[in-house]
Structures are given as C-alpha cells and as structure tokens.
C-alpha cells in the first residue's frame, strides 16, 4: 500500500468517525423565545414527536392561551408550579377549551430546545409530550419582569389536549 492510500485510508476512517459522533437527523437549532413564531414551535415540538414515531400535534390557540396564562403565572410569581392557584383544568376552561389536557412546565431554558429536551428528560413529562392520546396543543414562554431578582429567570408552559374519548 503506498503512502497515498493510507494517508486516503486514515483521512476516510476519521471522518467515518466524526460521522458517527455526529446527531443523527439536522442540527438543533437554538430558538430564544424573542424568535418564537407558531411556525417554529410546531416544527420544534412536532420535530421531536416525528423522531420518536410519533404523529404531529395542530397548534391551538385555546391551548396556547391556557399555557400562555400559567407561563405568566409562573414569571410573576417566580415559581415553577402546575398550580399556582389556578388549576389546568380552570385555565383551558376559561380559554373555551373543552376536552383531555397534560401540561408540562418548565423554568431556567434559555431555548425551546432546552425546555423540550428537559421534558424528554424527564419520564412523565416525556410521557405527556409524546403521548398518542393527545391530537393538539399550546405553548407560551415569560420571563421574570427586568431588574427582579429570580431563580429561574424565564418559564415555560406546554398544554396539549385532545378527546376524553382517547382516555376511556
């Protein structure tokens, strides 16, 4: 084997392993909340269920809203909490949602991407996001007003719902 071959040989066995160190799929992408669009919340969130061989959820507005209240719940209050007073069940209700519901929340993710693998992370909160049961859903981001000292800084709220029939 001359001393070109080899040197094609090692450069080709390297990058076959950087490959493999490599994410499979695109990169991640790092979405701050000043650049949350729906568009990008759905292919985040619907990215993440289609990876682990899940059917994409429709964006909500009732549910969004609902997530929206809690997430402003959370930063005004400066805690990380599924009731601060006001149940799920009172929130989508006062935004006219009717049917199942799951929230996740989560504090101190300067992305959606940290928010979302933070709930992956986690057994019961990668059960809600990936769940079957549920068809569609809400998300809503606050942070803790300028100048407050506070523990997390900024919260996240996911709200996803779907038939009561799907829970029978």
């Not at 504090?107 to 059960?127: F, N």
Request: charged content about 15%.
């Amino acid at each position: 084997m001359t001393s070109l071959s080899r040197r094609r040989l090692l450069a080709g066995s390297a990058l076959l392993l950087l490959a493999a160190c490599s994410p499979a799929g695109p990169p991640l992408t790092r979405t701050s909340p000043a650049e949350l669009s729906t568009a990008s919340i759905m292919a985040a969130i619907n990215g993440v269920r289609q990876a682990n061989g899940r059917e994409p959820l429709s964006y909500n507005g009732k549910l969004a809203a609902a997530a929206r209240r809690q997430a402003d719940l959370m930063a005004s209050r400066d805690q990380l909490s599924h009731n601060l007073g006001v149940t799920l069940r009172q929130r989508v209700t006062d935004a006219g949602y009717v049917g199942a519901v799951g929230e996740n929340v989560a504090g101190g993710q300067q992305t959606l991407e940290a928010a979302i693998q933070g709930w992956l992370d986690s057994p019961s909160h990668r059960s809600t996001l990936l769940s079957d049961k549920f068809t569609e859903f809400g998300l809503a981001v606050a942070r803790v007003p300028a100048g407050r000292k506070s523990r997390y800084g900024i919260y996240w709220a996911f709200v996803a719902g779907g038939d009561f029939a799907a829970w029978l």
